[in-house]
Nanobody, 127 residues
Framework: QVRLVESGGGSVQAGGSLRLSCTIS????????MAWFRQTPGAEREGVAT?????TTNYADSVKGRFTISKDKNILYLQMNSLKPGDTAMYSC???????????????????????WGRGTQVTVSS
C-alpha cells in the first residue's frame, strides 16, 4: 500500500528556514501529482504547492518566492525560506495518479481528495 510520512517540522524564528520531507513508499505510478498542504485549527486545509510528474509546479500566492517544492526519488521536499508567523500550521503531503498541471492551487485539495495523504508535521514560526 502507498504510505506517505512527513518529517522536518519544528519551531523556528521568523525569517528562518525549514525543509520538510515526505517519504513515499509503495508508490509505482509514472504519472502523478504531488502536493503540500497546510491547516490550522478551525480552518480548511489549503494548498501550498503542487508538483506534476512532468516537473510543473504551482504555488499559493502567499508562499511564492519563499517556498520551493521538489522531488528526489521517493522523497518529496518543501524548502521553506523567510518564514513568517502566518506560516504556522500543520503541513501534510499528498499524492495521486492524476495531473495537476495548470490546476489552480485552490483546487488542489479536490484534485488530491482520492489520493494518498500523510498525517502531517507541525511547523511553528515565532516572532
Amino acid at each position: 500500500q502507498v504510505r506517505l510520512v512527513e518529517s522536518g517540522g519544528g519551531s523556528v524564528q521568523a525569517g528562518g528556514s525549514l525543509r520538510l520531507s515526505c517519504t513515499i513508499s509503495g508508490y509505482s505510478f509514472s504519472s502523478y501529482c504531488m502536493a503540500w498542504f497546510r491547516q490550522t485549527p478551525g480552518a480548511e486545509r489549503e494548498g501550498v504547492a503542487t508538483l506534476d510528474s512532468d516537473g510543473t509546479t504551482n504555488y499559493a500566492d502567499s508562499v511564492k518566492g519563499r517556498f520551493t517544492i521538489s522531488k528526489d526519488k521517493n522523497i518529496l521536499y518543501l524548502q521553506m525560506n523567510s518564514l513568517k508567523p502566518g506560516d504556522t500550521a500543520m503541513y501534510s503531503c499528498a499524492a495521486n495518479a492524476v495531473t495537476c498541471r495548470g490546476v489552480p492551487i485552490g483546487q488542489a485539495k479536490t484534485l488530491l481528495a482520492y489520493g494518498h495523504w500523510g498525517r502531517g508535521t507541525q511547523v511553528t514560526v515565532s516572532s
